[in-house]
């Protein structure tokens, strides 16, 4: 999802996310076959199967989404507070939304929630998020994850993850029981930002080994992960003005080895909207030329 308020310059380098095009961004997300677009204006909203759901407490939050086969969860980050959501997709269409579950914060002292991410998983969903130090810009992030069961109910206690990059996106897999995390990393020029990626042992919560580049450098700044087996897709908004559509793989790589070369899906401009969901060993597309009305 992209984040209006995002603009990431830690310690030595940068990373961006550029630009609202408008006064509303959305996502799309897939339950299935059945596209589900997330609206993100004065508050949130779900469309799908020609029906819109308004989403409780989310008033002036950035919502983020992860999907299951009966839903979609959303983590809505506000100023101060994160919350999370679940709207069911059924073959009856978009279903009422849960009440907006509070996510306990351990580092809520002096920090601001600033970026989330979603895995979903066997048993439920896996909510990862980050907390920037409200008083020194250039402080390290601190991740977080929450535990949740196939509605969205937290599971557990919240667990610090060591990650200190922004992130971009979230992926379990489950032949190996790791997470993959999509990182951003720039080097001071927005336009030269890069996605990296790194496996987490979703036991230890620890990275099995240095963040690699994970793809050429451009003006990124949103991206979604498919994962089939050990293979894992990346699908994000980059190129040298952040208006096209780019697929790569990143399962594996190395620390400063040139990423391999991007796919071209589509032309997005700079409000357009995309989706996809794997259909064989193919991801199958779809790009909206903006957010529903």
Same mark, same amino acid.
């Given at each position: !999802?992209?984040?209006? *308020?995002?603009? /990431?310059?830690?310690? #030595?380098?940068?990373?961006? =996310? @550029? +630009?609202?095009?408008?006064?509303?961004?959305?996502?799309?997300?897939?339950?299935?076959?059945?596209?589900?677009?997330?609206?993100?204006?004065?508050?949130?909203?779900?469309?799908?199967?020609?029906?819109?759901?308004?989403?409780?407490?989310?008033?002036?939050?950035?919502?983020?989404?992860?999907?299951?086969?009966?839903?979609?969860?959303?983590?809505?980050?506000?100023?101060?507070?994160?919350?999370?959501?679940?709207?069911?997709?059924?073959?009856?269409?978009?279903?009422?939304?849960?009440?907006?579950?509070?996510?306990?914060?351990?580092?809520?002292?002096?920090?601001?929630?600033?970026?989330?991410?979603?895995?979903? !998983?066997?048993?439920? *969903?896996?909510? /990862?998020?980050?907390? #920037?130090?409200?008083?020194? =810009? @250039? +402080?390290?992030?601190?991740?977080?994850?929450?535990?949740?069961?196939?509605?969205?109910?937290?599971?557990?206690?919240?667990?610090?993850?060591?990650?200190?990059?922004?992130?971009?996106?979230?992926?379990?897999?489950?032949?190996?029981?790791?997470?993959?995390?999509?990182?951003?990393?720039?080097?001071?020029?927005?336009?030269?930002?890069?996605?990296?990626?790194?496996?987490?042992?979703?036991?230890?919560?620890?990275?099995?080994?240095?963040?690699?580049?994970?793809?050429?450098?451009?003006?990124?700044?949103?991206?979604?992960?498919?994962?089939?087996?050990?293979?894992?897709?990346?699908?994000?908004?980059?190129?040298?003005?952040?208006?096209?559509?780019?697929?790569?793989?990143?399962?594996?790589?190395?620390?400063?080895?040139? +990423?391999?070369?991007?796919?071209?899906?589509?032309?997005?401009?700079?409000?357009?909207?995309?989706?996809?969901?794997?259909?064989?060993?193919?991801?199958?597309?779809?790009?909206?030329?903006?957010?529903?009305?």
């Amino acid at each position: !999802m992209r984040a209006p *308020f995002l603009a /990431f310059f830690l310690l #030595a380098f940068a990373s961006t =996310a @550029g +630009a609202q095009p408008g006064s509303s961004y959305a996502e799309i997300r897939y339950v299935g076959e059945t596209p589900v677009e997330v609206v993100v204006d004065r508050r949130v909203r779900v469309v799908a199967t020609g029906r819109t759901k308004a989403v409780p407490g989310s008033n002036g939050a950035s919502a983020y989404a992860g999907t299951s086969d009966d839903g979609v969860l959303l983590a809505l980050v506000g100023r101060d507070s994160l919350r999370a959501v679940f709207v069911p997709v059924g073959a009856d269409g978009l279903g009422n939304p849960s009440a907006a579950r509070r996510i306990e914060r351990p580092a809520a002292r002096g920090h601001s929630p600033v970026g989330a991410a979603i895995a979903p !998983m066997p048993d439920g *969903f896996a909510l /990862f998020w980050q907390e #920037a130090d409200d008083t020194n =810009a @250039g +402080a390290a992030y601190q991740t977080f994850v929450q535990r949740l069961g196939p509605t969205g109910e937290p599971t557990g206690e919240p667990q610090a993850v060591q990650a200190v990059w922004p992130l971009a996106a979230a992926a379990y897999m489950p032949e190996t029981n790791r997470f993959y995390f999509l990182l951003f990393y720039g080097g001071g020029d927005p336009r030269q930002t890069r996605l990296c990626g790194v496996h987490i042992d979703a036991t230890t919560l620890r990275p099995q080994e240095h963040p690699w580049w994970a793809s050429r450098p451009g003006l990124i700044d949103e991206g979604q992960l498919f994962v089939r087996g050990n293979q894992v897709l990346a699908l994000y908004r980059g190129g040298p003005e952040g208006d096209q559509l780019l697929e790569v793989d990143v399962s594996q790589g190395g620390w400063a080895q040139e +990423a391999a070369e991007p796919t071209a899906r589509g032309a997005l401009g700079g409000a357009g909207v995309f989706g996809a969901r794997l259909q064989g060993d193919r991801l199958r597309v779809l790009i909206r030329p903006g957010p529903s009305r």
